[in-house]
């Protein structure tokens, strides 16, 4: 059970948010999104957001990066941030999906609370989910990628085949 629940958002409202996000920063047409050299552009874009390359030890086992949604500061373990910098789809996707609990939680400010009661949470209502929506959907444009192969996807935006699977099979 998740430790947190979340004001719903659909994949529809993180498309969207993804996709504003995109045209802002300049990117609504690129199909690789350059995440890496986007965390120095966020630093100076948006004045609560800030980043720092820990080292592995710094963080759980099983943890590759975090975020604090009270301060916008997002950790990432020096392994995941090299791997990222060699285009690594996984850690690219690790690097998105924090970016997205900054935006969702942090600069949108979507509801946040407790899941004291551990009671089953939709996806819908989950940070987690709504973090990979966002990731997935800013990393692979929907609007770039309707008619490409699973394949052609990872290749285009390199990102992970589980990613990229993901995004196929959500098109609509």
């Known amino acids: 059970m998740p430790d947190y629940i979340v ?37 100076e874009v948006f004045d609560d957001f800030s980043y720092e390359i820990v080292e592995d030890c710094e963080l759980p086992n099983g943890t590759h990066a975090e975020t604090n949604v009270r301060t916008g500061h997002i950790k990432i373990k020096e392994s995941v941030y090299e791997r990222a910098c060699n285009g690594e789809g996984r850690d690219r996707m690790t690097i998105a999906h924090e970016i997205g609990h900054y935006f969702t939680l942090c600069f949108c400010g979507f509801s946040l609370q407790r899941n004291f009661k551990r009671q089953k949470v939709k996806p819908f209502n989950d ?33 992970s085949f589980d990613a990229a699977d993901y995004q196929h099979n959500h098109r609509n």
Do not use: Y
């Open 127 to 159: 940070p987690e989910w709504q973090a990979k929506c966002f990731a997935v959907e800013f990393m692979i444009a929907h609007h770039l990628t309707g008619d490409m192969s699973v394949s052609e996807i990872v290749e285009a935006c390199g990102v």
């Open 7 to 43: 004001e719903p958002k659909s994949r529809k409202d993180l498309r969207l948010l993804a996709r504003m996000l995109r045209k802002h920063l300049g990117l609504e047409n690129e199909l690789w999104v350059p995440i890496v050299e986007l965390l120095d552009v966020l630093v």
